[in-house]
């Protein structure tokens, strides 16, 4: 048990090294540094909140346009981003795998926690910024908030486990991949509500995994919204499974790596 012990304690300070030169490596070669984190989210919530004025509509069930969009943006934007950093996480650190100690999942992990972490400040800093220029702010469920953008980065993580092994295999996933991913922005729940759609409409979006973190985030965040079809043991299905098929595949192209 002092080994097994040991050895995670091991393992959590080479995530964080790698965390640390990622961070290192991420922002601090650029000049807006850390400030590009929280302008890019703030960027695509704005072009949007002037395409709801412009439209003149209003978020859904008494909840604040910029919230509304914040608290859909972000969880989509953990889940993606955290994927697509982890799908490059060999092909950006494959000098590091030398090193004992560091393995694949230590780069995929280190990242995904970054990534996480980066966005959940982002999160705070602009629903923040809104509360003060508004003088009001209320959070309904802290812990549904944690839960889904929790989800969101772990499904992100085994996503990117995936098509990190997967990549070592055939060159074909770098292709495929901004095609799969680009869909995902229009149905996972950034612009709307699952409560809101069709029947027919809905029954197919919930397949989508992100539109449940999204829903989930929402139902903790304001109190006059209650997403009924979330479902997080859902969410908790696909992390199982693509962690599986990602861990296998991993293993199988350990050699691979190693060899190159």
């Given at each position: 048990?002092s080994?097994?012990?040991?050895?995670?304690?091991?393992?959590?300070?080479?995530?964080?090294?790698?965390?640390?030169?990622?961070?290192?490596?991420?922002?601090?070669?650029?000049?807006?540094?850390?400030?590009?984190?929280?302008?890019?989210?703030?960027l695509?919530?704005?072009?949007?909140?002037?395409?709801?004025?412009?439209?003149?509509?209003?978020?859904?069930?008494?909840?604040?346009?910029?919230?509304?969009?914040?608290?859909?943006?972000?969880?989509?934007?953990?889940?993606?981003?955290?994927?697509?950093?982890?799908?490059?996480?060999?092909?950006?650190?494959?000098?590091?795998?030398?090193?004992?100690?560091?393995?694949?999942?230590?780069?995929?992990?280190?990242?995904?926690a970054?990534?996480?972490?980066?966005?959940?400040?982002?999160?705070?800093?602009?629903?923040?910024?809104?509360?003060?220029?508004?003088?009001?702010?209320?959070?309904?469920?802290?812990?549904?908030?944690?839960?889904?953008?929790?989800?969101?980065?772990?499904?992100?993580?085994?996503?990117?486990?995936?098509?990190?092994?997967?990549?070592?295999?055939?060159?074909?996933?770098?292709?495929?991949?901004?095609?799969?991913?680009?869909?995902?922005?229009?149905?996972?729940?950034?612009?709307?509500?699952?409560?809101?759609?069709?029947?027919?409409?809905?029954?197919?979006?919930?397949?989508?995994?992100?539109?449940?973190?999204v829903?989930?985030?929402?139902?903790?965040?304001?109190?006059?919204?209650?997403?009924?079809?979330?479902?997080?043991?859902?969410?908790?299905?696909?992390?199982v499974?693509?962690?599986?098929?990602?861990?296998?595949?991993?293993?199988?192209?350990?050699?691979?790596?190693?060899?190159?």
């Amino acid at each position: 048990m002092s080994s097994l012990l040991r050895g995670a304690l091991v393992q959590l300070r080479v995530v964080h090294a790698l965390a640390l030169r990622e961070t290192r490596t991420r922002f601090g070669a650029h000049r807006l540094g850390y400030l590009w984190a929280l302008l890019e989210p703030l960027l695509w919530i704005g072009t949007f909140w002037g395409f709801f004025a412009i439209a003149h509509r209003q978020a859904p069930d008494g909840m604040d346009v910029v919230p509304f969009l914040a608290t859909g943006i972000i969880p989509y934007s953990m889940a993606m981003q955290t994927a697509e950093k982890g799908s490059q996480a060999i092909n950006g650190n494959k000098a590091l795998l030398f090193y004992p100690h560091v393995h694949t999942l230590d780069l995929i992990l280190a990242r995904g926690a970054l990534e996480v972490a980066t966005l959940t400040v982002v999160l705070l800093v602009i629903t923040g910024g809104w509360a003060l220029f508004t003088e009001g702010f209320v959070l309904d469920d802290a812990l549904r908030v944690a839960t889904g953008l929790g989800l969101a980065g772990l499904f992100g993580m085994a996503l990117g486990l995936v098509l990190c092994a997967a990549g070592v295999m055939t060159n074909s996933v770098d292709r495929i991949r901004g095609p799969l991913f680009r869909p995902l922005f229009w149905i996972s729940g950034l612009f709307f509500t699952a409560n809101a759609i069709p029947t027919r409409v809905r029954e197919i979006m919930l397949y989508n995994p992100i539109l449940h973190c999204v829903e989930m985030v929402r139902d903790g965040w304001f109190p006059t919204y209650h997403a009924r079809y979330a479902d997080p043991g859902y969410v908790v299905l696909w992390i199982v499974g693509l962690a599986f098929v990602g861990l296998t595949l991993e293993r199988k192209v350990r050699s691979k790596v190693q060899l190159t």
